[in-house]
């Protein structure tokens, strides 16, 4: 155990953490040169295309230290946005150490701050990383004055490096096996294993990714999932390089992949331990905090897709990520799918794409909305997901909303626009400090409704994409919240309907017609689309029917011919209109999002 180090590579956005693993596994020979690419960790298309890291991954390197002595190191790099924060939570749980990347010419970050306080929680040895130093604009004083005065950490500790050139990578190896402390564990303990990802082949099952805490696992032993006390025979064991390598055993420290036949995909949950059926362990690790979603919206089947192959995607799919939730949910409009819970709307957007691409879905989404507190004249409180559960306006007391401190680093110029923004918001500011001659550190209670709406679009076009968020919930506020329905030829569509702000009603629900009346095609009918609170309409708008020019054959005669035809006319389009369905198409439902 003396000659492991397990540790992760934290930073925000586009700071450098993918680039440096690259070096990494250039470095310790893991991956071949003709076989390396930028981002090598990045496998998945999603990942390549964006330009960003979703999933965290392991890599295990084999390094010679500068005394000569042999070292493995477990590296997991993880990702940095703030919808895959439960990615960073979990990878930590597996580490004794990180390290804290940060970009020499943008300096300290709102998720660098947010990765940081992470790691502390988990009491992991911290090893500060200013990268990119080979950019013209890089500053590396000033990223080390922030270092210290917004992190808390020594600048003497810091190390600079560019992991694009290369430079002093070597240095950030030796600083891993010097600062960061190895694995404890007894090897003759009961096996305790911490089960800290998973995901399915469709040959061999569930693959779960593993730390040995205690005991050791072998080949052919009869093991037991702690949490469903769930019994299985390992098949296979071996680590990742990245590329899978088979070994006879795990000890204490190290980190692994497991395959024990597992079929039934709801017994792999993550934070799960695994110890021997034969001699098992007298209690099971602490796991991790159940991941709490703040967005929900409803995925339904299109096209040739089954409601059943929508669950056996969303169960497979949640073996990969255990972030978000699924529950059956019903339509009229749309008839059976899913009601989905998800870290934000970026984690939303991931997990659809994924679910269409991998698992060769069609999918119609409905707006995203958050859950609600209400509290109604019985005395009960009920949490609210979908504004269609909202009790009727006479039996409520009282809504309240989730609320969230956000923390937005922004360079000085734009801080008139982001303050706009958060007031037109009903943001309510907490702190707001210039952290260096023009950087300011704003602290803004915020509710979440007001977020998931284009909010993170809104802000970067105000700061011209230099300012950046982290975002925590704080509780719950109460506030004169309606709903708000949207009624498509006089039919209220649940799927449409939203929880808004009172003095914002009247606004977003013209907004909203509007849109929709863009995003709905014309029909062979006349189609009045209103935006109505309770029984009162405030906003109406018409879609325009197709029309046939009926009177094109019709010349001379009495002027009485052309009116009879069309009234024959308008008579098939009135009952057309009585007995058609309007389809409503998936721009409709993301019309709610472009529209606060």
Not at 316 to 344: I, M, V
Not at 375 to 398: F, M, N, Y
Not at 424 to 429: I, M
């Amino acid at each position: 155990m003396n000659s492991i180090r397990n540790f992760s590579i934290i930073a925000h956005v586009d700071h450098g953490k993918s680039t440096l693993a690259d070096r990494f596994l250039e470095v310790t020979g893991a991956v071949a040169a003709r076989h390396l690419r930028a981002q090598t960790l990045d496998t998945m298309e999603l990942e390549r295309e964006r330009g960003i890291t979703i999933k965290a991954r392991t890599a295990r390197l084999e390094y010679t230290a500068a005394d000569g002595r042999p070292y493995v190191l477990n590296l997991i790099d993880t990702p940095g946005h703030v919808d895959f924060s439960y990615e960073v939570s979990r990878s930590l749980a597996a580490c004794e150490g990180a390290l804290l990347v940060i970009d020499a010419s943008q300096g300290v970050e709102a998720q660098t701050l947010a990765n940081t306080y992470l790691a502390v929680q988990n009491d992991l040895h911290l090893i500060p990383v200013i990268n990119k130093i080979d950019l013209v604009s890089a500053d590396p004083e000033s990223a080390l004055d922030q270092l210290e005065h917004i992190v808390g950490l020594s600048r003497d500790e810091a190390l600079l490096t560019s992991a694009k050139t290369g430079k002093n990578v070597k240095e950030i190896l030796e600083a891993v096996v010097a600062r960061i402390p190895p694995p404890k564990g007894d090897p003759d303990a009961p096996l305790k294993a911490l089960l800290f990802d998973s995901w399915y082949d469709n040959y061999r099952g569930v693959v779960v990714l593993v730390r040995v805490v205690d005991g050791t696992i072998r080949t052919g032993d009869a093991i037991m999932l702690m949490g469903l006390q769930a019994d299985y025979e390992v098949e296979e064991i071996g680590f990742l390089t990245p590329d899978p390598v088979k070994r006879e055993a795990l000890s204490p420290g190290e980190v692994g992949y497991l395959i024990a036949g597992i079929k039934t995909m709801s017994h792999a949950r993550i934070g799960d331990t695994i110890t021997h059926a034969h001699r098992p362990a007298q209690a099971a690790l602490s796991g991790f905090k159940e991941a709490k979603p703040t967005v929900f919206c409803g995925l339904f089947p299109a096209a040739e897709t089954r409601v059943e192959d929508l669950r056996e995607a969303l169960e497979k799919l949640r073996l990969n990520d255990a972030s978000f939730f699924y529950e059956p949910e019903s339509s009229q409009a749309l008839g059976q799918g899913y009601r989905c819970g998800f870290l934000g709307l970026l984690h939303r957007e991931i997990v659809q794409e994924r679910l269409e691409r991998e698992f060769g879905l069609t999918l119609l989404t409905t707006a995203p909305s958050v859950s609600y507190r209400v509290k109604v004249r019985s005395g009960e409180t009920l949490d609210i997901r979908t504004p269609s559960q909202l009790p009727r306006p006479q039996d409520i007391v009282s809504i309240s909303e989730p609320v969230i401190e956000a923390m937005i680093l922004t360079p000085d110029r734009y801080l008139g626009a982001i303050l706009a923004l958060l007031e037109g918001r009903r943001g309510e500011q907490k702190k707001l400090e210039f952290i260096s001659p023009h950087r300011v550190l704003l602290q803004y209670l915020l509710p979440l409704n007001e977020v998931v709406f284009d909010f993170f679009n809104q802000l970067k076009s105000a700061s011209q994409g230099y300012a950046s968020l982290d975002y925590e919930l704080a509780g719950w506020r109460e506030g004169p919240l309606v709903k708000l329905d949207i009624l498509i030829n006089r039919e209220q569509v649940d799927e449409l309907s939203v929880i808004v702000h009172e003095d914002k009603a009247y606004t977003f629900g013209r907004a909203l017609v509007e849109r929709m009346r863009k995003a709905i095609p014309r029909q062979q009918y006349e189609v009045a689309l209103q935006a109505a609170l309770g029984s009162r309409v405030i906003a109406r708008e018409t879609i325009k029917a197709f029309r046939k020019d009926v009177l094109a054959k019709l010349y001379g005669g009495d002027y009485s011919r052309k009116m009879k035809v069309l009234e024959k006319q308008r008579a098939g389009k009135k009952r057309m209109r009585t007995v058609g369905r309007v389809n409503i198409p998936q721009e409709a439902f993301l019309a709610i999002l472009e529209v606060k």
